[in-house]
Nanobody, 120 residues
Framework: QVQLVESGGGLVQPGGSLRLSCAAS????????MGWYRQAPGNERELVAT???????KYADSMKGRATISRDNVKNTVYLQMNSLKPDDTAVYYC??????????????WGQGTQVTVSS
């Protein structure tokens, strides 16, 4: 009932920047937290950054000072601006949203993932 569609991934050189976007659509009554997680080969999925409906943010220690998460509640969209990217940032980035949808239940939804590769 809810789809999250990510965009903005790709190949970038070390020190470069990328902006990821994720738009939620479908039967949405409300969205609480939205965020980004990532998973590199052989690793578990980990938090990158989250933002609540009241715009309270949380960042992974590895991303503090290099990433900014924001959201547009009218468009049901979350953004992740990443700067000073390093090869260790290479991963599939997944969008997450905690959504009040049909049946009056809050549920977790995930996007399909977008590849970010940092390499020269």
């Amino acid at each position: 009932q809810v789809q999250l569609v990510e965009s903005g991934g790709g190949l970038v050189q070390p020190g470069g920047s990328l902006r990821l976007s994720c738009a939620a659509s479908g039967i949405i009554f409300d969205i609480d937290a939205m965020g980004w997680y990532r998973q590199a080969p052989g690793n578990e999925r980990e938090l990158v950054a989250t933002i609540t409906s009241s715009t309270r943010t949380k960042y992974a220690d590895s991303m503090k000072g290099r990433a900014t998460i924001s959201r547009d509640n009218v468009k049901n969209t979350v953004y992740l601006q990443m700067n000073s990217l390093k090869p260790d940032d290479t991963a599939v980035y997944y969008c997450h949203a905690y959504v009040l949808s049909t049946g009056s239940y809050w549920r977790n939804f995930w996007g399909q993932g977008t590849q970010v590769t940092v390499s020269s």
